[in-house]
Every structure is written in C-alpha cells, then in structure tokens.
C-alpha cells in the first residue's frame, strides 16, 4: 500500500501564490515503483479534473487553465511531489487532490482546500 498525504492548503488573495505538498510513503518497493504522479482538483459541483502531472523521468503536462501559472516538481529521494501555484484565480478555489500511479495501482490522497478570495 502507498499513502499520500497533502499539506500547504489555505486561504490566499487573488494574485497570490501557494505551494502544495504530497509525500507518499510505504514501502521501498511500491514507492520506488511509481512512475506517474499528479494533482487533481474539484470544485464544488464540480467534477474533478485534471491540474498537472509528473512522470519519473521528468516529464510534465498541464491543463490549460493553469499554463504558465503553476508548477509540478518532484524529488524522488523524499518520494513528494510539489505544485507551486501563482498568479492564483478565485476559480482556482477547490480542493486538490495528489494521485500516484503504480503500474494498475492508483492511490489517492485526502485532499487539501484552496480558497482563492477575490
């Protein structure tokens, strides 16, 4: 089993920036076998979609909404994953959830809330 929990949520002014945290921890062998990991969002009323993703190699993709405004990085060694999230939009309020990928295992974590005042 892989665990993901999420922190740096919070309540920001429009325009302003936050950066979100995912470590997944587990055991050796399922944590050095995620290839995928990414951030979801959902709004309420919402279906959640997708913000970004990361592969092991490196590799990122974005929706568009979010081009050129947020960030995904990740650092195997301490097995987390980041979204650094600027220039931030009232529509940008929502709860953002990590996803790790193991092969046909998806993990998800609980959640965090991002609340964007305008």
Do not use: H
């Amino acid at each position: 089993q892989v665990q993901l929990v999420e922190s740096g949520g919070g309540l920001v002014q429009a325009g302003g920036s936050l950066r979100l945290s995912c470590a997944a921890s587990g055991s050796i062998f399922r944590l050095n076998s995620i290839n995928n990991m990414g951030w979801y969002r959902q709004a309420p009323g919402k279906q959640r979609e997708l913000v970004a993703t990361i592969t092991s190699g490196g590799f990122t993709t974005y929706v568009d909404s979010v081009k050129g405004r947020f960030t995904v990085s990740r650092d195997t060694a301490k097995n987390t994953v980041y979204l650094q999230m600027d220039s931030l939009k009232p529509e940008d309020t929502a709860v953002y959830y990590c996803k790790a990928m193991r092969g046909v295992y998806i993990y998800w974590g609980q959640g965090t809330q991002v609340t964007v005042s305008s």
